[in-house]
């Protein structure tokens, strides 16, 4: 198949945009945007430093720029709406869908948000504010407010000419909804119901009773799990009175996913996620000096631990060279429990007494490969300076690490849960502190007891 | 709202297993079991100890076998399948999608696999081998064979009154595909404008032929991009010749995108994301005495770095007590880099030309951050041992190890990935080697130099 704008990478759209910007003509630029969807631009722009993504960004079609905002991480867009003027982001705001340009407008400095409200009319401005009322993290906050909805009492050729009336359905309708005359919640009727059964038929025959809608309060990581689980495309969002808030499409509940799963993998290098790859030096040299810091108080910790036996050390230098071994092979055992652990607190797989026997499962693992990699480095340690209390000092102080690590890669997570501390954050300091502080203190303390 | 059983949260359903699974009988487990989604009982097997999981299993509905078989990770559903008989695997085989059925039969033993297949009728059995055909990595293997065609040249009406004859359509159906005589995709017609649409007009005249078929041999990864770029519930599926293949849909994308961040994550500390959490412990630990192993490689060498300069350390015990400093700054930062770039790997977002833009970037960052910390880590080193020398090496050799590292972080992923080896798996064993070894090195050799 010949290769199509839509079907190339993001890399090869990377390269393309790349040649294009070093010809130095905009029209070549410009046309590879065009044939881009939002998304892809936005991916774009992300991938670009600053002066060039400055070029790129005055280059996207006015329409597109909504879109595209909503799409870049959250540094980006402030950066890009910056350099905007009101009238430009008004614009850019128009054509969103409710739910996004909430998330949209919490990012607007002040000022703009109250412009970008009264330029919108009445009936939009009010969902906007009922979905803003919701925190952005829960079921009410990923709601879209446009939503078709009828009547159980007409039959669904009615509803078949009502659509036709309407002209056209939001985007990813694949269940109309029905409500009451209050505008509670009753039921849905999916369009292949709609499209199979016969015209006459009542809605309120045809319609799917058991379609559970969401409490507008669940959390948007629930929301995502029902969606998974259920395989849908969109649900319904109720409050507490069953009153129809409006609907969830998968589309948003793929970005909770994909940002709950980055969260994860750059929280646990204390990276954020919504951080823009190419921020100024200045800014991303001081988000990370917050987190080298904390490290360097776990490292001066440790270090003072070896301080402690200096003249262990002074009499036998070969401790010196070994105590890496240890605090390394019980970092290394720890991590791999720790993120079990986080993973599996993630997917909600652990509770329900199942933590002992996880618990005892890690263990066990740990003492295995304890006893292993210690008989493996006393042997090494033997052949290499020829002392063979060394050897069993060091083999012991191993399975006695392993053994921490384990049980503070099992602990440190669901203590760091109870204290509301996010573990994929914190867990990976708090667990290298401990293993390299167990690790030195029994290799060097054994040493001092046994070696002197 | 009342809390229904749709709208806990996995944990409380595995609190509710657990309290029925005390009860000692297995009435309630069924019915808790009835209530629930095949997804949602097959994380709660993965969440369960062994022992607990047989029982469970024992008690899950026939028909929901095979759903629940699919959305177990591999490990747990060649142990369950083990457990089982040939007529049972049939049945639960039998109600699968042929995408689903694809990967559940790539599974299974082979003598079982051909009992499979020879249970299905021909044209099934044929669609399942075009699927098999292709690498399950690939659009080809998550394609469902199951849609809807129509003729371009037909009118909606008859469309309408056609979909009617057929009573159903699969499921996530949102867009008909239209087809030529042999076959070939032309373009879709979403249910929204057979709906919206004048039943009158012709298909050739409603359909969109804007709509980008799939490649077949696209990577499940470019795939899944697709879908988060332009919002897609399904996609179609053509092989070299345009003929429909058949289609992906956004369930199976979803869960493309939760693996591969899965995978990422788990990688990083050497775990695999198909392993079972309560996998035996013999099994456990030999997967893990791998790793294990290759840290104590690297491990060792860091330590025959330190064994270099024993004199050193003999006659100066301050360099043993802060050498674990100047390597886990390095190994902090490092990794810091190392996780943006495998993320920006990941997403696509590094090439064309921004390399060397963001290189410059992160040694910018790793100089102020190597140069604040080492003016801390000196002014402390200053007040513990009273030694300005011992201080200046300090500072030297940590600005030294921030370079390396932040060199590391970025060069390593770029190097492991043309020679095809998984960065998110072999990154931050190669990283931490090397600012181990250059931070004892920077540090120890410095002081040898200086100190002696």
Redesign the interface.
């Known amino acids: 198949?010949a290769e199509?704008a839509?079907?190339q990478?993001?890399?090869q759209r990377?390269?393309?945009?790349?040649d294009a910007l070093?010809s130095g003509r905009l029209v070549p630029v410009r046309r590879i945007l065009k044939s881009l969807?939002p998304?892809?631009i936005a991916?774009l722009l992300?991938?670009?430093?600053h002066n060039e993504r400055k070029v790129v960004w005055g280059v996207v079609d006015v329409d597109d720029q909504g879109e595209v905002l909503l799409h870049v991480n959250d540094e980006v867009r402030a950066a890009l709406i910056q350099g905007m003027s009101p009238e430009d982001v008004i614009a850019a705001a128009r054509d969103l869908d409710i739910d996004d340009l909430a998330d949209f407008v919490d990012d607007l400095p002040e000022t703009l948000t109250e412009q970008v409200l009264r330029s919108m009319d009445l009936a939009n401005r009010q969902a906007l504010e009922k979905v803003m009322s919701y925190a952005p993290d829960t079921a009410g906050g990923l709601t879209n407010t446009d939503t078709v909805t009828i009547r159980p009492d007409v039959t669904l050729d009615v509803v078949?000419r009502y659509?036709?009336l309407?002209?056209?359905?939001p985007?990813?309708?694949?269940v109309i909804y029905v409500v009451d005359r209050y505008g509670r919640f009753i039921g849905g009727l999916s369009?292949?119901r709609?499209?199979?059964?016969?015209p006459s038929e009542r809605v309120a025959d045809a319609m799917d009773t058991e379609l559970?809608p969401?409490?507008d309060d669940?959390p948007a990581r629930?929301v995502a799990?029902?969606?998974?689980?259920?395989?849908l495309?969109s649900a319904p969002v109720?409050d507490?009175n069953?009153l129809l808030v409006g609907r969830i499409t998968?589309?948003d509940?793929?970005d909770v996913?994909?940002d709950e799963?980055?969260h994860?993998?750059?929280s646990?290098?204390?990276?954020d996620e919504e951080e823009d790859?190419?921020a100024p030096?200045?800014a991303?040299?001081k988000r990370?000096?917050v987190?080298?810091?904390i490290?360097?108080l776990?490292?001066?910790l440790?270090?003072q631990v070896?301080?402690l036996f200096?003249s262990v050390?002074?009499q036998v230098?070969?401790?010196?060279?070994?105590?890496?071994?240890v605090?390394?092979?019980g970092g290394?055992?720890g991590?791999?429990t720790?993120?079990?652990m986080?993973?599996?607190l993630a997917?909600?797989?652990?509770?329900?007494?199942?933590t002992q026997?996880?618990l005892k499962?890690e263990l066990?693992?740990a003492a295995?490969?304890g006893v292993?990699?210690a008989l493996?480095?006393a042997g090494?340690v033997l052949l290499w300076f020829r002392n063979p209390t060394l050897g069993a000092v060091i083999a012991i102080a191993m399975i006695i690490n392993q053994l921490f690590a384990a049980l503070s890669g099992f602990g440190i997570p669901l203590i760091l849960r109870k204290l509301n501390i996010d573990p994929a954050l914190a867990g990976s300091v708090v667990l290298?502190t401990i293993t390299?502080v167990v690790g030195?203190f029994a290799f060097l303390g054994l040493g001092a007891l046994v070696l002197l």
């Not at 985007?171 to 694949?174: A, N, R």
């Not at 646990?268 to 990276?271: D, I, P, T």
């Open positions: 198949m199509t839509e079907q990478t993001a890399e990377l390269e393309r945009l790349r070093d969807h998304a892809e991916r992300e991938s670009l430093p078949l659509l036709r309407r002209g056209s359905m985007d990813h309708t694949d369009l292949e709609l499209l199979t059964h016969d559970e969401l409490a669940l629930e799990q029902q969606f998974e689980n259920r395989d495309i109720v507490a069953r998968i589309d509940v793929v996913i994909r799963a980055e994860n993998l750059m646990m290098a204390g990276l790859i190419f030096v200045a991303s040299a990370r000096a987190w080298l810091g490290n360097l776990t490292a001066l440790a270090a070896v301080g200096e050390i002074d230098v070969a401790l010196a060279v070994l105590m890496p071994v605090a390394s092979m290394i055992s991590s791999q720790l993120t079990l986080i993973r599996g997917l909600g797989q652990i509770g329900g007494g199942n026997s996880l499962k066990a693992v295995i490969n292993l990699w493996v480095v090494i290298t390299d030195f």
